[in-house]
Every structure is written in C-alpha cells, then in structure tokens.
Nanobody
Framework: QVQLVESGGGLAQAGGSLSLSCAASGSILSIYDMGWYRQAPGKQRELVAGLSSVGSGNYADSVKGRFTISRDNVKNTIYLQMNSLKPEDTAVYYC????????????????WGQGTQVTISS
C-alpha cells in the first residue's frame, strides 16, 4: 500500500502565504510525477502544479509567479509554497503521486492525499 499524507493549509488573508507538504510512504519502488490539484466548491478539480522526478515542473496559469512547487526525492515529499494568495485560491488541495509500487513493479498507479482546506479571506 502507498499512502500520501498532507499537512499545512488553513486560513490566511489575501496577500498572505501558506505552505503545503505531502509525504508519500509505503511500498514504493519509484515515483514519477508528484503535484497538487485543487477543487473549489461547485468547480471541477484542476491541476495547480506538478513536478517530475527530474525537476521538470508546470503550473496553472492562475498561480504562475505566486506558487512554487518543490520536491525532496529522498523523503518522497512534495511541497507547495503559496504566496500572494487570493480569495479565488480557496479550495481543497489534493496532492497526487504517480507511483510504481513494489507489489506491482510493471505498473504505475496514481495515489491521492486526503485533501487539505485552504481558505483565503479578502
């Protein structure tokens, strides 16, 4: 089994900062992409930022220049630093990881964290 445990998030004012982290653990052979999605009430889940194992990253246009994704491959942990936050960043943030588990070394699976609430007040 593979688990993703998120931490961070919470409440901040517009213009403020928050950080998220997500640690993957369990029967992991290798991890490809890791990243973050978010889902606001009444909206579809959208990609916020993703980062490959070799450091190639991508961001949603709405967060470019404000959010920074980073990764610690030794700790199997991914981070999201969120600056200049806006009320429209309010959402539940989910981390994901594309993992090759030791139990199925020929396949990759996408695992999800439990979600963490980010609320930005104006």
């Amino acid at each position: 089994q593979v688990q993703l445990v998120e931490s961070g998030g919470g409440l901040a004012q517009a213009g403020g900062s928050l950080s998220l982290s997500c640690a993957a653990s369990g029967s992991i052979l290798s991890i490809y992409d890791m990243g973050w999605y978010r889902q606001a009430p009444g909206k579809q889940r959208e990609l916020v930022a993703g980062l490959s194992s070799v450091g190639s990253g991508n961001y949603a246009d709405s967060v470019k220049g404000r959010f920074t994704i980073s990764r610690d491959n030794v700790k199997n942990t991914i981070y999201l630093q969120m600056n200049s936050l806006k009320p429209e960043d309010t959402a539940v943030y989910y981390c994901y990881a594309r993992v090759v588990p030791t139990t199925s070394p020929l396949r990759e699976f996408t695992y999800w964290g439990q979600g963490t609430q980010v609320t930005i007040s104006s």
